[in-house]
């Protein structure tokens, strides 16, 4: 089982089973009902629709209530797919595992790992598993079965009588209760040989052979099948794909693996490598003698996010951003982001550090991602707006370190506090608008003072960041000294403090009205255009925004 489960409850009287079902699987999430569960790591809206969207997704799915709850919310979408993932109902306490669904994608296992866990037995009712205390059809992580329909054949003609013999090394076989015989008609055949089916024959490939690629040619896949077909070794054999660190960021050789659905490792050590089996124009087959574990070969391509968190609420990260923090292995982040990012698994690491050491702190990710981590470094808002990710550029830009180039690097967006003060407070961004930042740690005061005078000049509606400081306490009442010069007393102001996070405030007022004891370092500073405007809502407040268009210069 690749994903990690899914582990959800209704209420609190669940939550003391689905924690021990979650130390089974540390990987997998506590879902609870807004509302009703506190300090789970997710919360669902509608049962049915988190249900079906985990489901969609192949996620395995671990219920704690009534089973024919779970039935009904599934039922509408049961027709929609070949595969399916597990499913299971489990009473929330702990007393049944009820396997529904998923028989091929490993839900016995599953119910018989929670079952146990439970010290309770599950629910098992599929009759060749009964019967042999296995499923055939679905052989452990490391194996692959061959032919599905065919294999469904073998196993009714199993429960129809017939004896079986076992060819190969099949150790997961060796506790089940089959009805073997040394002159069997019917035979399981474990080998990573690819052959014609055999009627008789319950076909299961080891994945025993990794291929080392020596050269991403443009022809990568079609190579490898006829290398496959050359050795008579079967493509279900593939355990992953293997390569020398210098090809890490190879496009080719990483959709090859994507389409292949193998992993794809990188050694430096060639003593680590599986037996030589064929060499081949620019790959080679390697023969391990048993299953290949790939997470234990060399390491992975490391990965570094820059992601945004938004201003602070959950609901106002972008999805991408939070499947970035759960992938993570390793956080890196002013540690009041770190602590805005959760809910994180004590497995991931944080390093948090003080909001200065910004280029310290980029060198420290692209370190750990160098290193085949999976790294995640957080901001508040946009992580390219006054934060990471140009930090992280300039770090990569300046570095000759090879290692540093191979990173899988990317940025993901995130809601900024200039966009969210301005969604709070109607829409004063609507017309042609720039964000600057109030601070002169980075540049020299004086270009900020240009930059002040030519957009009040140009009209444009600013955001102010980092508008004042106990460092910085008298460079916001400058910059009002110099709009005031252009921009008249009535201009509409808002101030956006806390945006999406605890205690927020919002307030319009006039330029006229704004001094700097109003706005501190939590604060964003919209200063209207001559255009921008207010009016009364109905539930109080105002509503400010800047209309689309200027007005049409008259006729003459
Ligand atoms: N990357 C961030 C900005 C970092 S600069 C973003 O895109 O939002 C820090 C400044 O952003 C603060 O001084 C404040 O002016 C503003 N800010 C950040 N989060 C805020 C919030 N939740 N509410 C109001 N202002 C915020």
């Given amino acids: 089982m690749t994903t990690a489960p899914a582990i959800i409850i209704l209420g609190p009287s669940a939550l003391a089973c689905a924690r021990r079902i979650q130390a089974l699987y540390p990987q997998a999430e506590i879902h609870g009902l807004r509302g009703r569960v506190e300090g789970v790591e997710r919360v669902y809206e509608d049962f049915g629709d988190n249900l079906r969207a985990l489901y969609r997704r192949n996620v395995p799915i671990i219920v704690l209530c009534a089973a024919g709850i779970v039935i009904r919310s599934l039922a509408g979408v049961l027709a929609e797919k070949g595969s399916e993932p597990p499913v299971l109902a489990v009473a929330e306490d702990g007393s049944a595992v009820v396997p529904l669904l998923g028989g091929l994608g490993g839900v016995n296992r599953l119910a018989r790992e929670i079952a146990a866990q439970l010290q309770v037995s599950a629910a098992i009712t599929t009759s060749g598993e009964l019967r042999f205390g296995t499923c055939l059809l679905d052989p452990p992580p490391g194996y692959v079965l061959a032919d599905l329909q065919q294999g469904k054949g073998f196993v009714s003609d199993l429960l129809g009588g017939q004896a079986v013999r076992i060819e190969g090394d099949a150790p997961w076989l060796t506790q089940a209760k089959l009805p073997v015989a040394e002159h069997a008609a019917r035979v399981i055949h474990i080998s990573p040989h690819s052959r ?174 160098a290193s085949g981590r999976r790294v995640v470094l957080v901001s508040s808002g946009d992580p390219g707006v006054f934060a990471m990710a140009a930090a992280v550029l300039e770090a990569l830009h300046a570095s000759t370190d090879a290692e540093w180039q191979r990173v899988d690097l990317q940025v993901f967006p995130g809601v900024s506090a200039a966009l969210a003060t301005a969604a709070k407070a109607g829409a004063p961004l609507g017309h042609d608008f720039c964000m600057l930042s109030l601070s002169d740690n980075l540049k020299p005061w004086a270009i900020i003072e240009k930059r002040l005078e030519y957009a009040a000049a140009a009209d444009l509606v600013m955001a102010f960041y980092n508008p004042i400081s106990k460092a910085r306490p008298w460079q916001l009442g400058r910059a009002l000294d110099i709009l005031r010069q252009q921009r008249s007393p009535q201009t509409v102001v808002v101030l956006g403090r806390d945006i999406g996070r605890p205690g927020e405030t919002l307030r319009s007022l006039t330029l006229g009205e704004l001094t700097p004891e109003q706005v501190d370092m939590r604060t964003l500073v919209i200063i209207g255009s001559s255009q921008t405007c207010r009016f009364p809502r109905t539930d109080g407040g105002e509503w400010v925004y800047t209309p689309r268009s200027y007005p049409q210069p008259q006729e003459t």
């Fill in 196 to 369: 014609a089916a055999n009627a008789d024959e319950l076909l299961i490939h080891p994945q025993q052979v990794a291929v080392w690629i020596e050269q991403a040619s443009a022809d990568l896949l079609s190579e490898l099948q006829q290398a496959l077909h050359a050795s008579g070794l079967a493509s279900q054999s593939l355990a992953c794909l293997l390569a020398a660190p210098a090809l890490m960021a190879n496009a080719g050789l990483h959709a090859a693996a994507a389409q292949l659905h193998l992993p794809l490792r990188f050694i430096d050590d060639a003593e680590q490598l599986p037996p030589l089996h064929s060499q081949h124009a620019s790959l080679r087959l390697l023969l391990a003698a048993a299953p290949i574990d790939a997470a234990q070969l060399g390491r992975p391509r490391g990965r570094l996010t820059v992601i945004g968190l938004g201003p602070g609420a959950a609901e106002f990260m972008v999805p991408a951003a939070r499947q970035a923090l759960d992938e993570a292995q390793d956080l890196l982040g002013y540690e009041t982001y770190i602590n805005m990012a959760g809910p994180l698994r004590p497995e991931q690491v944080r390093h948090c550090s003080d909001n200065r050491e910004e280029m310290q702190r980029a060198r420290h990710a692209f370190a750990l991602a």
